[in-house]
């Protein structure tokens, strides 16, 4: 596409344009009011920018990259929750909402200048392989990790199923790597843990919401029941430092345990962007008690459910006040695989009040006595020891008390 004159940039730029307009159309007809096409004026400043940094810049750019790259910033300007999402971002949006990918089923985490193995996934290549959490991740088919290169890592240990991958890691207590050769297969990604604290009392950890959280948590509350041999008294719901996901899943989620009342509404310039969500009847914990624990890390989806619950006086939040992010975001397919993230609403809690920038804060203030809390949800779901747990996280303890003492968590609550 090199051809040095100022018309195919022009071209380039009136395809993408034409492309926006036609690609998705239902999205863009529904815009209220309908708004005149951008003048061209406006528009010839972008193409004449493009065109002086093609010609003039000091290395040589390819235009994929510089047009990718002029849209990047200008989807980026408009809000910190607003991306757009080249070919391998897309995918990845798409493989964490869906909760499926095919690889060795590896959860990575980033020291300083490390690749630590903070879980592998039950049922995974790489848990039946032997590969353990604290194993920090050395090379992927020879090539070294880095947090520099976590992206790239990622991408390497997924693949087609019966392929195969080659991992060094090194371990504590061992004088010398290991090496793994892994077949890749479909790995599912559960966002749900769950554990019977003891009899009648349950624990529930979410660590994001996609699209098989709903399914994985009905599973869990069934296997709960089961192993407590009847309904639960009290049931505890583990928010903490979950960042969001997909908002049809916070909704059912959320509708599981209320009988009825508005669990979010939405309001946007876009017709499918103004919406109310309402309960059905039936509340799966059969009028349990509930706490739901948060702290700073739980946001968008987490607060939807946080929310929900605490406006419709279903549950009592305990924790930190989280993060207060109130925005809706729609990912908009482009062409050639790639994607725009970008806000379309802001939502409202039951009560009406929109959180964003504020968060939602708790009827149960419960500080983090030590850093290690507020991996501890997280660890949780991992580790899937919350009995463990009970003895190490000061916050889970105290929100398991008040669970177990109605009279002492109402006169603890926050007015």
């Known amino acids: 596409m090199r051809t040095g004159n100022k018309t195919v940039l022009t071209l380039i730029i009136g395809a993408m344009i034409g492309f926006a307009l036609s690609f998705g159309s239902s999205v863009l007809a529904q815009l209220e009011p309908a708004r005149d096409p951008l003048p061209w004026d406006e528009a010839r400043l972008l193409t004449e920018v493009l065109e002086r940094v093609r010609q003039e810049y000091v290395e040589p750019l390819e235009d994929r990259d510089l047009v990718e790259g002029a849209v990047r910033g200008l989807v980026t300007e408009l809000d910190p929750h607003s991306q757009f999402l080249d070919s391998n971002q897309y995918e990845e949006v798409r493989i964490n909402s869906s909760g499926n990918y095919s690889g060795v089923g590896l959860e990575i985490s980033l020291d300083s200048d490390r690749v630590n193995v903070v879980a592998p996934i039950a049922g995974s290549p790489a848990a039946l392989a032997g590969i353990r959490a604290g194993d920090q991740i050395l090379t992927i088919n020879n090539l070294d990790v880095s947090p520099a290169n976590s992206n790239n890592a990622v991408g390497l240990m997924r693949g087609k199923p019966g392929t195969q991958v080659h991992i060094r890691i090194a371990r ?17 990604v559960k966002s749900v843990s769950a554990n019977l604290l003891e009899p009648d009392y349950g624990y529930v950890r979410i660590s994001h919401f996609s699209d098989t959280t709903y399914a994985d948590m009905l599973d869990a509350l069934n296997e709960l029941q089961h192993d407590n041999h009847g309904q639960l008294k009290g049931l505890l719901l583990d928010l903490r430092n979950n960042p969001g996901g997909v908002l049809a899943a916070a909704v059912d989620v959320s509708d599981a345990f209320l009988d009825g009342g508005t669990i979010v509404s939405a309001s946007g310039r876009a017709i499918d962007a103004s919406f109310t969500h309402e ?36 549950a009592l939040i305990a924790g930190m006040r989280t993060f207060g992010k109130g925005s809706v975001q729609t990912v908009i397919p482009l062409s050639s695989g790639r994607a725009i993230k970008l806000t379309t609403s802001l939502y409202f809690t039951p009560s009406g009040v929109s959180i964003h920038g504020e968060g939602i804060s708790p009827d ?52």
């Open 172 to 188: 504590s207590g061992e004088a010398e790597p290991i090496d793994f050769t892994l077949t890749r297969s479909h790995v599912k």
């Open 279 to 314: 309960a059905n009847q039936g509340d799966l914990a059969e009028g349990a008690q509930m706490i739901v624990l948060v702290n700073k890390g739980s946001a968008s989806a987490s607060e939807i459910v946080a929310g929900a619950l605490q406006d419709n006086n279903r």
């Open 364 to 415: 149960i203030r419960i500080e983090a006595d030590k850093v290690a809390d507020m991996q501890a949800g997280v660890n949780s779901h991992f580790t899937n020891k919350a009995l463990v747990l009970l003895q190490t996280d000061s916050q889970l303890q105290a929100a398991v008390n008040f669970l177990k003492e109605p009279r002492l968590l109402q006169s603890q609550v926050v007015h």
